[in-house]
């Protein structure tokens, strides 16, 4: 698999614009989701970025349809 096609499978269906119009979780999943995060050797804590999708998770743990790409929530 390409560097590219592997990023897109990572990154998975969500985009950016889903803050606005998608479906999000409630408070308590998305704290347990970004704890995880914060746990993660993957997390980038300075950008509180993912280093494997190059997601912002802070943003990212509120979308109901989003993924780990570690398959941790």
């Known amino acids: ?35 995880l995060c914060q746990d993660c050797s993957e997390f980038i804590k300075l950008t509180t970025q993912c280093k494997q999708c190059g997601c912002i998770m802070k943003i990212k743990v509120k979308l109901k349809e989003a993924q780990c790409p570690m398959g941790k929530w």
């Open 1 to 35: 698999m390409s560097a590219w096609k592997e990023y897109k499978t990572k990154v998975g269906t969500t985009r950016p614009w889903d803050i606005i119009h998608g479906e999000k979780v409630n408070d308590a999943q998305e704290s347990a989701r970004y704890s």
